[in-house]
């Protein structure tokens, strides 16, 4: 079970950090992505970390302004965002899988477990 939290209300070129808790199964050999979803609209990839945090890979919108992590210890990926952009506001999903090849994903598809979102707003 994912636990996505940490959205809010924020204004344009400010920060917020996402964090998705992972409550069943061995964290440790999961894959966990983040996606977003705005009304209408189809899910959009964001940002994805390895199992053992080795490889990531982030969407071209992102542009350096986001930064995955992960702490194993605690069942925990982060989603650091800075310098958001009204565009930026949508609904934040986590999502993982268990690991079974070296390759990580970034579809929708590749991912077998998600969370309930998190609503980041972005005001102008």
């Known amino acids: 079970q994912l636990q996505a939290s940490g959205g809010g209300l924020v204004q344009a070129g400010g920060s917020l950090r996402l964090s998705c808790t992972v409550s069943?199964?061995?964290?440790?050999?999961?894959?966990v992505g983040w996606f977003r979803q705005t009304p209408g609209k189809e899910y959009d990839f964001v940002a994805a970390?390895?199992?053992?945090?080795?490889?990531?890979h982030y969407a071209e919108f992102v542009e350096g302004r986001f930064t995955i992590s992960r702490d194993n210890a605690k069942n925990t990926v982060y989603l650091q965002m800075s310098s958001l952009k009204p565009e930026d506001t949508a609904v934040y999903y986590c999502?993982?899988?268990?690991?079974?090849?070296?390759?990580?994903?970034?579809?929708?598809?590749?991912?077998?477990?998600w969370g309930q979102g998190t609503l980041v707003t972005v005001s102008s």
């Open positions: 069943t199964g061995t964290f440790s050999s999961y894959n």
């Open positions: 970390i390895s199992w053992t945090a080795g490889t990531t």
């Open positions: 999502a993982s899988y268990t690991v079974v090849t070296m390759l990580l994903g970034t579809l929708r598809a590749d991912f077998a477990s």
